[in-house]
């Protein structure tokens, strides 16, 4: 994903650790549906099991039938300004609270988030992804996926990502270790949040994850390294 789109709305919370900057508007809905669409973005999806949301509540295969003009057509008919000031001033209820909670788990499992983030707001895609090279780091949040989890829960779901991912990139976790990826922030995510969701994965790899996590969970680094040596 590119960074500092130009006509973007944006605004930002309070100057203050986990101040979050919102960027939100036509061309990166426009960006976020041509990344889904991309080869290697259909092919993540449909490998990785995940549920997508498209202009016009198409299927991968329908949009992928539509020309680029006829699915621009699409993203602005369905813009609205409203859905995603709305979400925005959502997610700033309580977010220092929230935040603050996140911090002081994080903080337990020697982790600590950037003071910055940046936050598109999109209503396409997967639930949520992350931008690890960008500055300030940047999470994607697809509006479609409250159903299943609020915005500011995905938040802390990437900023958790973004946490441990030089260690990910370190221990060359690549796509085939995908899930092994999410379960040990699912676990983080967990630690500091009892009531969160946790991701299917498959019964015995998932319990030789548990079991390296309790034991090292103070040491997120040997975490990542023993739980990409697992051989299944």
Same mark, same amino acid.
């Given at each position: 994903?590119?960074?500092?789109?130009?006509?973007?709305?944006?605004?930002?919370?309070?100057?203050?650790?986990?101040?979050?900057?919102?960027?939100?508007?036509?061309?990166?809905?426009?960006?976020?549906?041509?990344?889904?669409?991309?080869?290697?973005?259909?092919?993540?999806?449909?490998?990785?099991?995940?549920?997508?949301?498209?202009?016009?509540?198409?299927?991968?295969? &329908?949009? !992928?039938?539509?020309?680029? *003009?006829?699915?621009?057509? /699409? @993203?602005?008919? =369905?813009?609205? +300004?409203?859905?995603?000031?709305?979400?925005?001033?959502?997610?700033?209820?309580?977010?220092?609270?929230?935040?603050?909670?996140?911090?002081?788990?994080?903080?337990?499992?020697?982790?600590?988030?950037?003071?910055?983030?940046?936050?598109?707001?999109?209503?396409?895609?997967?639930?949520?992804?992350?931008?690890?090279?960008?500055?300030?780091?940047?999470?994607?949040?697809?509006?479609?996926?409250?159903?299943?989890?609020?915005?500011?829960?995905?938040?802390?779901?990437?900023?958790?990502?973004?946490?441990?991912?030089?260690?990910?990139?370190?221990?060359?976790?690549? &796509?085939? !270790?995908?899930?092994?990826? *999410?379960?040990?922030?699912? /676990? @983080?995510?967990? =630690?500091?949040? +009892?009531?969160?969701?946790?991701?299917?994965?498959?019964?015995?790899?998932?319990?030789?994850?548990?079991?390296?996590?309790?034991?090292?969970?103070?040491?997120?680094?040997?975490?990542?390294?023993?739980?990409?040596?697992?051989?299944?």
């Amino acid at each position: 994903m590119e960074n500092n789109d130009e006509g973007l709305n944006a605004q930002s919370s309070e100057k203050e650790p986990g101040e979050l900057i919102f960027e939100y508007g036509v061309d990166v809905e426009e960006k976020r549906v041509k990344y889904t669409l991309s080869e290697k973005g259909v092919k993540f999806c449909r490998e990785k099991g995940y549920r997508v949301s498209l202009p016009g509540g198409l299927s991968l295969d &329908e949009a !992928l039938a539509l020309s680029p *003009e006829d699915r621009g057509i /699409l @993203i602005a008919k =369905e813009y609205d +300004p409203f859905i995603y000031e709305s979400a925005r001033d959502q997610i700033l209820d309580g977010w220092k609270e929230k935040f603050e909670v996140l911090q002081k788990g994080l903080a337990s499992l020697g982790l600590k988030p950037d003071n910055k983030y940046e936050v598109r707001l999109t209503r396409y895609g997967t639930g949520g992804s992350y931008h690890y090279a960008s500055s300030p780091k940047m999470v994607m949040v697809n509006l479609e996926a409250k159903k299943r989890h609020a915005p500011a829960e995905i938040i802390c779901h990437e900023i958790v990502h973004l946490c441990i991912e030089s260690w990910i990139q370190k221990y060359k976790y690549g &796509e085939e !270790l995908h899930w092994r990826k *999410e379960h040990i922030v699912d /676990l @983080i995510m967990r =630690e500091i949040f +009892p009531d969160e969701l946790m991701q299917n994965i498959d019964s015995k790899l998932g319990a030789q994850i548990d079991e390296i996590f309790e034991n090292n969970k103070t040491d997120m680094e040997e975490v990542i390294k023993q739980v990409g040596s697992i051989n299944i």
